[in-house]
Structure formats: structure tokens, C-alpha cells
């Protein structure tokens, strides 16, 4: 089993940036990509941005290069730079990782708060 801790979601003005942190702890030689989703009341999930094992990314449409997805090659470390935020852009964000064995919805950390308003 893959377990996942976020940290770094904060309040901030819009403009501003947040980093936030996952940490992977178990089988990780099991993950295939890491990545983070995002979420709002009585909103779907949405894709952030995922990292493969190969080194390839997917985005969401709406980062418009303001987000950058990075960690090691390892998968045991994933982070998410965020700048450039805006209002639209709060939502409880969940790191995510995929594994062999789960390779559709994968494996969920607890979420962490990020707020931007002024």
C-alpha cells in the first residue's frame, strides 16, 4: 500500500503563490505517476497536474503555465508550485497517486485547504 501526506495549502492574495508537498510512504516502486486534483462544494474533481514514472505531465486547461508540477524520480516526493493564483483557484487540493494495481482513480492523501482571496 502507497500512503500520501500533503502539506502547504494556505491563505493567500490573489496573485500570490503557494508550494504545496506530497510525501509518499509504502510500495512506491508500485506508483506509475503523482500528481494533484482539486476540488469544490458540488463540484467533480478536477485534474491539476499528474507526473509520470516517464517523466511525461498532464495539466489541467486551466493552469495556463501558472502551475508546475516537479518531484523526484523516485516518486516518493511530488510538489506543485502555484502561481499567479486566483480566487477561482481555491479549492481543497489532494495528491494523487496511480499505481499498477489501481491505475484508474488511485491512491488519495486527506487534502489540503488553499484559499486565495483578498
Known amino acids: 500500500q502507497v500512503q500520501l501526506v500533503e502539506s502547504g495549502g494556505d491563505s493567500v492574495q490573489p496573485g500570490g503563490s503557494l508550494r504545496l508537498s506530497c510525501v509518499a510512504s509504502?510500495?512506491?516502486?508500485?506508483?506509475?505517476?503523482m500528481g494533484w486534483y482539486r476540488q469544490t462544494p458540488g463540484k467533480e474533481r478536477e485534474l491539476v497536474a499528474l507526473r509520470y514514472r516517464n517523466g511525461l505531465t498532464d495539466l489541467g486547461t486551466f493552469v495556463k503555465g501558472r502551475f508546475t508540477v516537479s518531484g523526484d524520480a523516485s516518486m516518493t516526493r511530488n510538489y506543485l508550485q502555484m502561481d499567479s493564483l486566483e480566487p477561482e483557484d481555491s479549492a481543497v487540493y489532494y495528491c494523487n497517486a496511480k499505481t499498477y494495481s489501481n491505475a484508474r482513480d488511485g491512491i488519495w492523501g486527506q487534502g489540503t485547504q488553499v484559499s486565495v482571496s483578498s
Open positions: 509504502g510500495t512506491t516502486l508500485t506508483v506509475t505517476a
